[in-house]
């Protein structure tokens, strides 16, 4: 996939040209008297991550008018620079040195996926800039980033312990996991092995499989021998769909879980009813009722927002604060240095930027909870709460169980 | 550590049902290598191919498993011919290894014209999926059963058209030695045309009886082709028989590898008994003797 994007036809790459100048001229209309507040987006407009890119920048774009219109940070306005990712670490490190380099950014904000975020991270804080991401894998606040990164994605750890939660919740006693060869696998299964017991449950055991297989009877074989009355499937959609048809065939007729990236409306309409009723699915969940979530939802014209856009609505909104909360220069050290005193903590709630900016200028404490949730960061960066949304397969359809 | 002997007789169980599947794509590809000498990957994108069709006459015609399997051999097997007269023919003067390579990309762009077609999506036959059978501690699907039988009734079919049929005989000849069959006056052209379009159509088959037990997308093929290749192999590339044995000793080899070895690994068993094979017999197991 490397390989073909670097042919960019004539066309795309001056269609390419002409969205970026119209994307980073935008935020500069309503002019800027002092220096312009610098502030970088790297989202991934195409590769595997294209379906959600476009809105997350969309929302950051957003809020950034939203600013300047009500004047600002500071007095001075926002200034965006927006790049495509591709998905791809390598066009994504090229990306972000231009940002740093070129457009002397003091933060980026919105990387996607965990490969990338990893390549990127180095050249942020590095150079200290600061760097907000959506990527869930439990190795990226494990880099030795210095504070010049935070995340707002629940980690492996995170969501894994509330699936522990709500398995015990469910009385299940004995849990077997079907896990694909991933990063994830070993660390979901250590989490769960950490948490039922406390609920009175146990793990019974699990299968690492290779996912690129037609046909896991064996595993499921496997799985039966240890006669749980859980499964939980941590795969991809593919496998997913072979182990629930072949669980279905060996007559298991105990429970199963996955995550909700796996087992999806796609997979649902592509078995049978009575092979998928049942099945509980586990996604983390913006914080839906909040007014942050609703006037995005407006904004970005869906009743049901992508995590991922809401997210990066509150990067910005948390970058904005920050540098506000600071009061000097606009500096990823400054982000740094400030975050946590406008994202936690007992000041005053507030769930946008411009209501923020407001009450820091009157001198008042805040504690930002955004479209995504709480946004409180351990001091590695990960976020301290996040709700996951339980739903069960019912008909062919989700049905909202809980959300916890 | 004492191994239960009933999870042995399923491992060996679920070998043998893998092992025939495989079996007959894996006569596809060892039959081009025959007639042809080279090996053609191409085969992963007409299981592909063969399954999608299968899926068409099924899911949109409501045509039930075995006239699926029809439809998908003569789809693929037209496919095959089509793409080897169109791409792997004028490759053929420039030796093997240039023909593989160009088998490998023809394989990456019909598997893309297949996801431009179907898209990426899963795609399930339209068939009841039925609870397995048990017998004792063994169990057995009937849609395995059904596989089973229309794996065997190719294979008895390819053997009857090689053994008995004036044209399965010229096919052994020109894999036995080209010249002389051209001496006889055997149309080698003609045999290739042939060989392509019966061994693409078994491909084509072989896609359709994993996607009736599994499901199908455009890399359905892809993920076989190594497990297939493996199969030809360990068989003796080149022997019809040989892929038969190879097929169901891969089979049985991955799934017994499960007794000590995490299913992770299992794709390893391939690699490893290709390399066995190749060190210790490398004409593999029945030798290079088409028939």
């Known amino acids: 996939m490397l390989t073909r994007s670097a042919h960019l036809s004539r066309r795309t790459l001056l269609a390419g040209a002409a969205a970026a100048a119209a994307a980073t001229s935008l935020p500069r209309v309503g002019g800027a008297q002092a220096a312009a507040i610098r502030l970088g987006t790297l989202n991934p407009l195409t590769g595997s991550g294209g379906s959600y890119g476009p809105s997350m920048r969309k929302a950051m774009e957003w809020v950034a008018q939203e600013v300047n219109a009500a004047g600002g940070v500071l007095g001075r306005q926002v200034q965006l620079f927006s790049e495509d990712d591709q998905t791809n670490p390598e066009p994504a490190v090229r990306a972000a040195r231009k940002l740093i380099d070129v457009d002397k ?23 200290k800039t600061f760097l907000t991401t959506v990527s869930g894998s439990d190795t990226i606040t494990q880099l030795p980033h210095q504070g010049y990164l935070i995340r707002t994605q629940p980690n492996t750890h995170l969501q894994i312990g509330k699936l522990g939660e709500f398995l015990v919740s469910l009385k299940v006693k004995r849990v077997f996991t079907l896990a694909a060869q991933t990063p994830f696998a070993v660390p979901s299964q250590k989490r769960l092995a950490e948490i039922l017991p406390k609920g009175g449950a146990e793990t019974v055991g699990s299968v690492i499989y290779d996912k690129d297989k037609t046909t896991f009877r064996s595993e499921v074989d496997q799985a039966l021998r240890a006669k749980p009355d859980m499964i939980y499937l941590n795969g991809y959609t593919p496998d997913c769909t072979i182990l629930m048809k072949e669980l279905f065939k060996a007559g298991y007729t105990g429970a199963k879980v996955a995550q909700g990236y796996a087992v999806n409306a796609k997979l649902l309409g592509s078995l049978p009813n009575e092979v998928t009723d049942g ?12 007014a942050g979530y609703k006037r995005l939802a407006k904004v970005l014209g869906t009743d049901d927002l992508d995590p991922y856009s809401c997210q990066c609505h509150d990067h910005i909104s948390l970058v904005l604060l920050a540098i506000a909360h600071g009061k000097g220069e606009a500096t990823g050290t400054t982000i740094k240095d400030h975050v946590r005193n406008i994202s936690q903590g007992n000041g005053v709630k507030v769930d946008s930027a411009v209501e923020g900016l407001k009450l820091l200028a009157q001198g008042k404490a805040i504690n930002y909870e955004g479209a995504s949730g709480p946004c409180d960061f351990t001091e590695s960066g990960d976020i301290l709460d996040c709700k996951i949304k339980f739903e069960q397969a019912q008909g062919g359809k989700f049905k909202f169980v809980k959300l916890i | 550590m004492s191994v239960p002997l009933d999870e042995v007789a399923q491992l060996v169980l679920n070998g043998l049902v893998a092992g025939t599947m495989l079996a007959v794509p894996a006569i596809g590809f060892t039959a081009i290598y025959a007639v042809l000498r080279f090996p053609n990957f191409s085969l992963a994108s007409h299981v592909t191919i063969g399954a999608f069709a299968g899926y068409v006459a099924n899911a949109a015609g409501g045509w039930p498993a075995w006239a699926a399997v029809v439809v998908a051999f003569v789809v693929a097997g037209a496919a095959g011919v089509v793409t080897d007269q169109v791409v792997l023919r004028p490759l053929r003067p420039a030796g093997a290894l240039t023909t593989a390579i160009g088998a490998v990309a023809l394989t990456i762009v019909l598997e893309n014209v297949v996801r431009f077609g179907f898209g990426n999506d899963l795609r399930g036959y339209e068939l009841p999926i039925r609870r397995d059978w048990q017998w004792a501690a063994v169990r057995i699907g009937p849609q395995q059963v059904e596989n089973l039988v229309i794996a065997v009734v190719a294979m008895v079919a390819v053997f009857a058209f090689l053994a008995f049929t004036r044209t399965g005989k010229a096919m052994r000849a020109v894999a036995d030695d080209p010249t002389l069959a051209g001496l006889k006056g055997i149309d080698a052209e003609r045999v290739a045309r042939l060989t392509n379009f019966g061994a693409m159509g078994l491909a084509g088959v072989g896609g359709v009886l994993l996607g009736l037990d599994t499901t199908i997308d455009p890399l359905t093929g892809f993920r076989v082709i190594l497990s297939v290749f493996a199969a030809a192999v360990v068989g003796g590339l080149g022997s019809i ?50 028939y």
Do not use: N
């Open chain 1, 105 to 127: 950014v003091a933060a980026i904000m919105g990387t996607w996926a965990s490969a990338v975020t990893t390549a990127v991270a180095p050249l942020c804080w590095e150079s």
């Open chain 2, 241 to 290: 028989p040989g892929a038969v044995v190879g097929a169901l000793t891969i089979g049985v080899a991955e799934e017994l590898s499960l007794l000590s070895l995490a299913p992770a690994y299992r794709t390893a068993v391939g690699f490893v008994a290709i390399l066995l094979v190749l060190t210790l017999r490398p004409r593999g197991l029945l030798g290079e003797r088409a």
């Open chain 1, 279 to 290: 099945t509980y699915t586990a996604t983390p969940s913006p914080s839906v009722e909040s």
